[in-house]
């Protein structure tokens, strides 16, 4: 610490976020890398201003990580999950098979003895989910293919970084009891893993409970962790979420939902797993709720500002002290790293099939160390499978190719995917990991249910967000797909899939709240364009001042339905009263939009309520100058009688 | 002289189910963008028939040539051409003492049919030419003082190859492109029995 305390080092860190931020990104060079440059820039071996705490926060940063992974689970359906079962398992099991048996080798090849090489080897096959998804996700990425491919790969390494760090002390030469002490070490070191087991310590619950227990219970408790999840998820959350959404305080909600992801993460600490992976499948146990869209929407924030602190401490951490010392070696190891990773991905790529461009899209994706390098490498240094030196040397080398991710993708998008004519990624949109919708509608009452049925009936399936909790239960339980949640909110019309929407169907009463949400997507998301059900004609003029241009007002039509039964039981034909019903409408239309412009000039001599009575006699004097203004004269013969006189009988 | 002016032409589209037919995509596509034409689609712009007379009227002022483009149904245009027959071409405005707003311009229909030419013919099926069909038409544009043409018909679309419908694109192309430099032979063409049937002799010059 150097002692400014919380708030100085606070300031620290969002300062360089956001003053590096913005210039990355004007660069087209992405956020993760402005993260990372800020951090480098305010590091030990930059400005100076945060020292070795940067490794602490580094590990309470971490939790950003457990969070993506859990949004991640949200977005994904089990079903889509059981469809990336082959690239999970089978291109992810090669992946860190081969790319562990290639650097093992060479690092045997270099002179360390085989245990450390395999430590080395294991460690390194592993690439980091917080750089390569953020990066993809930001780069719109996600749903192509080699974007799907690389994901499910991420997902493996979560999985095998367990066992690995299970087999560690195993590698130890100069350890001779290899039983119960060591499993327990490495199952502290995996509740290092996150803030989590800080927390726990904090509260004097150091020791996780699976400690000196067999292996055997050991797995059954995993599996008993794991079966938790998934029935509270099914059983309990839901109810608890029903309840607190009812109470209409937005911070409960968000506390609620910043508690589900703690507590999944504490039990898995306690179990030994990664906490990331157990909120990842709490996310998929959640895909199915209605609370998904609001869950994501209160989470983002945190999860974006955690990540963004841990991309910081990350670049923080290149030690440039140990780089500067060796520049060669570490050039040397780096590169080849790089290489090594990339020449294994992109042969598997091709022995999966992948077309040229998402290949190579993969194989820059994934070219790298990751974050569980840090502790594995940390690890491996407590238990002397490595000499310390070399621990930081490769620690600065795996911080080094995380910090240079950005850099490839930036130069696979600018450089190798134009020469080979990438093709379009909307191509794969069929198997994209979220599903979203074309179409939004806020709020599913009266009104908005009747357009979400006539679109379903259509075969277009809207994202409904309903703020009343009530009715998304009664609507769920007839099957359809609605969401809990206030559309007035970015985050939330961003989770409802806003970015890739083209409409925005708003049907809700309250003018205010109309407002917000146009305020958001004028601010958010431009290109969507906005539906908007009104209460009347003052409303109609607000809106079409802001340029919304497709303004419906509650009961016109309904009311010109009744005009025309009215007509039609007073004995006029039917077509001509239908007719003279369209004409009104057309004729009530376009004096709206030249009433709602002329306004301005009346409004600072009236009070509002005068200004409604003028209007209104205004509308009715305009109909009555309009009686002549029949569109139908070309049925009419009266004129051609004048000419042509009588015809015959 | 009518050789040395630029015709502008309005194309009158028509077709209710237009997303299922494959042969008038291909010729809407081709003429849709060109240079110099209107291409107004009547089933789009008034989907509840409720047709704008008034703005129909201004187009029609606005251009020298008038198309029907529109499937052959029960030998006659869609419904939505003869309302919009009926209610634009006004008395004492497109015939009668005062109706001389569409005096001197040129009308013809460019037409598909899914029955092939031969059926169109005093022995064949359908027993009348498309020129005889299409009287009332004729008889349409000569009250209201225009230049009847014969029309362009894409015969046989149900079994219209890809091949033969670009080449029906590519005539429809060429027709309009002579039609609107003034290179088309306007003469020769009253006398035919359908504008694309030797279409090379008529946009030569």
């Known amino acids: 610490m150097h002692g400014q305390g919380f708030f100085f080092q606070a300031f620290v860190y969002l300062t360089a976020a956001v003053v590096a931020v913005p210039i990355a990104k004007r660069m087209g060079l992405g956020s993760v890398l402005g993260y990372l440059i800020a951090g480098m820039v305010i590091g030990p071996f930059g400005l100076g201003l945060i020292g070795e705490e940067g490794k602490d926060v580094l590990e309470f940063a971490e939790f950003g990580v457990v969070m993506m992974l859990f949004l991640i689970g949200l977005e994904l359906q089990p079903s889509l999950l059981w469809r990336l079962r082959k690239p999970i398992l089978g291109t992810g099991g090669l992946q860190v098979g081969a790319t562990a048996a290639v650097i093992t080798l060479v690092a045997v090849g270099t002179g360390l003895p085989w245990q450390a090489g395999l430590a080395v080897g294991l460690t390194l096959s592993l690439s980091s989910t917080a750089i390569v998804l953020q990066t993809l996700s930001e780069r719109g990425l996600m749903r192509s293919e080699g974007g799907q491919t690389a994901f499910s790969v991420l997902l493996f390494q979560d999985v095998a970084f367990v066992p690995m760090l299970a087999a560690f002390p195993l590698l130890a030469t100069g350890m001779t009891d290899l039983g119960q002490g060591s499993v327990n070490e490495a199952t502290v070191a995996a509740g290092s893993m996150g803030s989590v087991q800080r927390a726990g310590e904090a509260a004097g619950h150091a020791t996780a409970w699976a400690e000196g227990l067999p292996a055997g219970s050991q797995t059954l408790m995993v599996l008993g962790a794991v079966a938790i999840i998934v029935l509270m998820g099914r059983y309990l959350v839901r109810p608890a979420f029903r309840i607190i959404a009812a109470t209409n305080l937005r911070e409960l909600f968000t506390a609620a939902a910043l508690l589900l992801v703690i507590a999944i993460s504490l039990l898995m600490t306690q179990v030994g797993m990664s906490p990331a992976l157990g909120a990842f499948l709490g996310g998929v146990v959640l895909a199915n709720s209605e609370y998904r869209h609001e869950l994501e929407g209160d989470l983002e924030p945190f999860k974006g500002l955690l990540l963004a602190v841990f991309f910081i401490a990350v670049g923080a951490s290149v030690d440039f002290g140990l780089i500067g010392r060796d520049p060669a070696v570490v050039a040397l190891l780096v590169g080849g790293l790089i290489l090594l990773k990339a020449l294994v991905l992109f042969f598997l790529g091709r022995a999966f099939r992948m077309g040229l461009d998402q290949n190579l899209l993969f194989t820059f994706a994934l070219a790298q160390g990751g974050e569980f390098g840090f502790v594995l490498f940390s690890f491996a240094g407590q238990l002397n499978v490595l000499p310390p030196e070399t621990t930081g040397l490769l620690i600065a080398v795996v911080a080094t190719t995380m910090a240079l991710t950005p850099v490839l993708m930036v130069l696979n998008e600018q450089v190798f995917q134009p020469r080979i004519g990438t093709k379009e990624v909307e191509e794969t949109t069929a198997d994209a990991i979220d599903e979203k919708g074309e179409v939004i509608v806020v709020g599913f009452g009266r009104l908005g249910s009747l357009t979400g049925r006539f679109l379903r009936a259509n075969g277009v399936k809207p994202t409904v967000l309903e703020h009343d909790s009530d009715r998304v239960e009664t609507l769920r339980a007839l099957g359809l797909k609605v969401f809990y949640g206030d559309g007035s909110r970015h985050n939330l019309l961003r989770a409802a899939g806003a970015e890739d929407a083209k409409l925005l169907i708003l049907a809700i009463d309250e003018q205010d709240k109309i407002r917000k949400v146009l305020d958001a997507v004028e601010t958010h998301f431009p290109h969507l364009q906005v539906l908007v059900r009104v209460a009347g004609r003052p409303e109609a003029y607000e809106l079409l001042d802001r340029r919304v241009h497709h303004v419906y007002r509650e009961g016109v039509e309904t009311a010109l339905r009744m005009g025309v039964d009215a007509l039609r039981l007073l004995g006029r034909p039917a077509h001509q009263a239908h007719r003279a019903s369209r004409t009104f409408f057309q004729h009530d239309e376009d004096s709206v939009r030249e009433l709602g412009t002329m306004r301005h000039d009346r409004a600072a001599y009236f009070s509002a309520a005068r200004e409604r009575i003028s209007t209104l006699e205004e509308l009715m004097l305009s109909e009555l100058e309009t009686e002549g203004e029949n569109r139908d004269v070309g049925w009419d013969t009266d004129t051609l009688l004048e000419e042509y006189g009588q015809p015959d009988p | ?205």
């Open chain 2, 1 to 205: 002289m009518r050789n040395e002016t630029i015709n502008r032409i309005l194309v009158l589209f028509a077709h209710p189910a237009f997303h299922r037919s494959r042969v008038n995509r291909v010729l809407v596509e081709a003429v849709k963008a060109m240079e110099g034409i209107t291409f107004h689609d009547l089933y789009d712009a008034y989907p509840d028939f409720g047709i704008d007379v008034a703005s129909e009227q201004e187009l029609l002022v606005a251009h020298d040539v008038v198309v029907f483009h529109h499937p052959f149904f029960w030998y006659s245009t869609p419904a939505i051409l003869k309302e919009w027959q009926d209610l634009v071409l006004q008395h004492n405005w497109a015939y009668g003492h005062r109706g001389t707003a569409l005096r001197g311009k040129t009308l013809f229909n460019v037409i598909t049919t899914g029955g092939r030419e031969e059926a169109y013919r005093a022995e064949g099926h359908n027993r009348f030419t498309m020129r005889e069909l299409l009287a009332p038409v004729e008889q349409t544009a000569r009250l209201c003082g225009m230049d009847f043409l014969p029309p362009f018909v894409a015969h046989g679309t149900h079994r219209m190859s890809e091949e033969e419908m670009s080449l029906h694109a590519r005539d429809y192309v060429l027709l309009l492109d002579a039609i609107r430099k003034g290179s088309f032979d306007f003469e020769t063409a009253r006398s035919v029995q359908r504008l694309n049937k030797d279409l090379q002799g008529l946009i030569g010059g």
